[in-house]
């Protein structure tokens, strides 16, 4: 009869939070399993400190500078928005035609810009910074003056920019937190888990520690529930980039990602220009040979910090005129 083995070789390619998950559960079954053998327990520690190394990086990398600021001030923006936003559409509705007219040209700034205190918050920080663009105006000035609305209008301001700079502060955080200290220890759990899992199968099959086979089996059970789990997760939206270099892909799209969230799960295939420009260029090798893509949408080059939309449509666009040129004469 055939020994019931560990059935899983590597979690290449899988998301740091399902890897994390996966290696967890292995180490809390190594530490409820009571085998004395020698070589099995040495080769245990081994996985166990690897883990702690790994949980540890990973935790820094997810540590994120006060969320809990930046949720309360959105609240409270949504707020002083809604305030804006309602009152100046019924003053356009008085009867007075004089009045009526404060606040339809304020209540207009809001329909004709979309604003909405549902959107992700880059979004709706680019749409307050719209909003308060138009307010410059001597005339809006005026009537959010006469609506008793100056007040309101300057703490919605002076909120939205709170929180674009804590939010700017997170990503550069990010940014500046260690990638190779988790890629490190990522590195080393994939060598200590190999180790293990191809000791822990030798004594299964050699029958040197045949209690082990009931753990694989456990082990065997825990892959297969985390699988099931990254494939629910690909259900997620998915946004399309296209080039006629690399080819089309799609990426999942988790909620409120921005495109740093993109180039950090797909650090082999996005990366950040070194030269300051704020452009997200494509890692991969082909797209090196045609002297460099970046991202765009349109014919704009797409920042880190911008909001991802599965609606629109992204392109990997050449850097240099002179390769799109000689990319076209070839075809």
């Given at each position: 009869?055939?020994?019931?083995?560990?059935?899983?070789?590597?979690?290449?390619?899988?998301?740091?939070?399902?890897?994390?998950?996966?290696?967890?559960?292995?180490?809390?079954?190594?530490?409820?399993?009571?085998?004395?053998?020698?070589?099995?327990?040495?080769?245990?520690?081994?996985?166990?400190?690897?883990?702690?190394?790994?949980?540890?990086?990973?935790?820094?990398?997810?540590?994120?500078?006060?969320?809990?600021?930046?949720a309360e001030k959105n609240v409270e923006r949504d707020l002083?928005?809604?305030?804006?936003?309602?009152?100046?559409?019924?003053?356009?509705?008085?009867?007075?035609?004089?009045?009526?007219?404060?606040?339809?040209?304020?209540?207009?700034?809001?329909?004709?810009?979309?604003?909405?205190?549902?959107e992700a918050l880059v979004a709706e920080n680019e749409k307050?910074?719209?909003?308060?663009?138009?307010?410059?105006?001597?005339?809006?000035?005026?009537?959010?003056?006469?609506?008793?609305?100056?007040?309101?209008?300057?703490?919605?301001?002076?909120?939205?920019?709170?929180?674009?700079?804590?939010?700017?502060?997170?990503?550069?955080?990010?940014?500046?937190?260690?990638?190779?200290?988790?890629?490190?220890?990522?590195?080393?759990?994939?060598?200590?888990?190999?180790?293990?899992?191809?000791?822990?199968?030798?004594?299964?099959?050699?029958?040197?520690?045949?209690?082990?086979?009931?753990?694989?089996?456990?082990?065997?059970?825990?892959?297969?529930?985390?699988?099931?789990?990254?494939?629910?997760?690909?259900?997620?939206?998915?946004?399309?980039?296209?080039?006629?270099?690399?080819?089309?892909?799609?990426?999942?799209?988790?909620?409120?990602?921005?495109?740093?969230?993109?180039?950090?799960?797909?650090?082999?295939?996005?990366?950040?220009?070194?030269?300051?420009?704020?452009?997200?260029?494509?890692?991969?090798?082909?797209?090196?040979?045609?002297?460099?893509?970046?991202?765009?949408?349109?014919?704009?080059?797409?920042?880190?910090?911008?909001?991802?939309?599965?609606?629109?449509?992204?392109?990997?666009?050449?850097?240099?005129?002179?390769?799109?040129?000689?990319?076209?004469?070839?075809?």
């Amino acid at each position: 009869m055939a020994k019931t083995k560990i059935q899983r070789n590597g979690w290449k390619g899988v998301p740091n939070a399902f890897y994390v998950a996966a290696m967890r559960t292995t180490d809390e079954r190594i530490s409820d399993q009571d085998t004395q053998n020698p070589q099995w327990l040495d080769k245990t520690a081994e996985f166990h400190q690897a883990f702690k190394a790994l949980d540890d990086a990973y935790q820094r990398s997810q540590a994120s500078l006060e969320p809990k600021a930046i949720a309360e001030k959105n609240v409270e923006r949504d707020l002083y928005g809604q305030v804006l936003e309602q009152v100046s559409k019924q003053w356009s509705r008085l009867p007075d035609a004089n009045l009526a007219l404060h606040g339809q040209r304020v209540y207009q700034v809001f329909k004709d810009i979309g604003f909405r205190t549902s959107e992700a918050l880059v979004a709706e920080n680019e749409k307050v910074t719209n909003i308060e663009q138009r307010f410059q105006d001597p005339k809006l000035q005026a009537d959010l003056a006469a609506m008793g609305l100056t007040t309101v209008n300057a703490r919605f301001a002076q909120l939205t920019t709170e929180i674009s700079n804590l939010m700017r502060q997170r990503t550069e955080e990010k940014a500046q937190r260690v990638k190779g200290e988790l890629k490190a220890a990522r590195d080393a759990m994939d060598e200590k888990f190999a180790d293990y899992v191809e000791l822990t199968n030798a004594l299964i099959v050699t029958d040197a520690a045949p209690e082990l086979e009931a753990l694989a089996a456990l082990h065997n059970a825990d892959y297969e529930k985390i699988e099931a789990q990254i494939k629910q997760s690909r259900s997620q939206p998915t946004v399309l980039v296209k080039s006629m270099i690399v080819g089309n892909h799609r990426y999942s799209v988790p909620e409120f990602a921005t495109w740093q969230t993109l180039v950090d799960q797909n650090d082999k295939i996005f990366a950040l220009a070194a030269d300051g420009s704020n452009r997200i260029l494509s890692a991969l090798p082909k797209a090196s040979k045609v002297g460099g893509l970046y991202l765009s949408q349109g014919s704009v080059a797409v920042k880190p910090t911008d909001a991802v939309d599965p609606k629109k449509e992204y392109m990997l666009s050449f850097l240099t005129p002179q390769a799109e040129t000689a990319t076209g004469a070839q075809e």
